[in-house]
Nanobody, 116 residues
């Protein structure tokens, strides 16, 4: 069984920064892709960023240049550094991994609130 645990969310003022972490544990041999999604109140979940096994990264247009995704393969952990945060970044942030056998796993989410 694989578990993902996110951390690092909280309340921050506009223009501020937060760093999210997501650690995978359990019976997982390899991780192909790691990514972050978010869901704002009343909206559908949307993709934020992905990082591949060789650390190629891709970003949604809304966060490109402000957010940075990274991973520690030895620790099975993915990070999301969020800078220049805006009120519209307020959402529950979820991590997702795709194992080497193409199975998807989701975390339970961490709340990020950007407000003055």
């Amino acid at each position: 069984q694989v578990q993902l645990v996110e951390s690092g969310g909280g309340l921050v003022q506009p223009g501020g920064s937060l760093r999210l972490s997501c650690a995978a544990s359990g019976s997982i041999f390899s991780i192909a892709e790691m990514g972050w999604y978010r869901q704002a109140p009343g909206k559908e979940r949307e993709w934020v960023a992905n990082i591949m096994s060789r650390k190629t990264t891709i970003y949604a247009a809304s966060v490109k240049g402000r957010f940075t995704i990274s991973r520690d393969n030895a620790e099975n952990t993915v990070y999301l550094q969020m800078n220049s945060l805006k009120p519209e970044d307020t959402a529950v942030y979820y991590c997702k991994i795709i194992s080497g056998s193409r199975i998807q796993y989701w975390g339970r989410g961490t709340q990020v609130t950007v407000s003055s």
